[in-house]
Nanobody
Framework: QVQLVESGGGLVQPGGSLRLSCAASGIILTINDMGWYRQAPGKQLELVASMPNGGSARYADSVKGRFTISRDNAKHTVYLQMNSLKPEDTAVYYC??????????????WGQGTQVTVSS
């Protein structure tokens, strides 16, 4: 089994910062790609940022220059540092991991989601 556990969401004022964390655990052989998606009310799920193993980070245009993704491979953990937050960043943020298990199966796994609300 594989689990993704997220933390770090909450309520913040516009211009503020939050840091999200997501730790993967279980029968993990390799995490091929790990990142964050978000879904705002009434909108589709969208990629926020992701970082493939040994590759360069990808960001949604709307967060470039404000958000930074990083990984700690030894801890199977991904972080999302969110600065200069805007009300339009309000959404449920989901951690995603494309990983290969000990049994050589490869698939996507998702966290339970963490609410980020940007409001004064």
């Amino acid at each position: 089994q594989v689990q993704l556990v997220e933390s770090g969401g909450g309520l913040v004022q516009p211009g503020g910062s939050l840091r999200l964390s997501c730790a993967a655990s279980g029968i993990i052989l390799t995490i091929n790609d790990m990142g964050w998606y978000r879904q705002a009310p009434g909108k589709q799920l969208e990629l926020v940022a992701s970082m493939p193993n040994g590759g360069s980070a990808r960001y949604a245009d709307s967060v470039k220059g404000r958000f930074t993704i990083s990984r700690d491979n030894a801890k199977h953990t991904v972080y999302l540092q969110m600065n200069s937050l805007k009300p339009e960043d309000t959404a449920v943020y989901y951690c995603n991991a494309d990983l290969t298990t000990w049994y050589a199966t490869r698939r996507d796994y998702w966290g339970q989601g963490t609410q980020v609300t940007v409001s004064s």
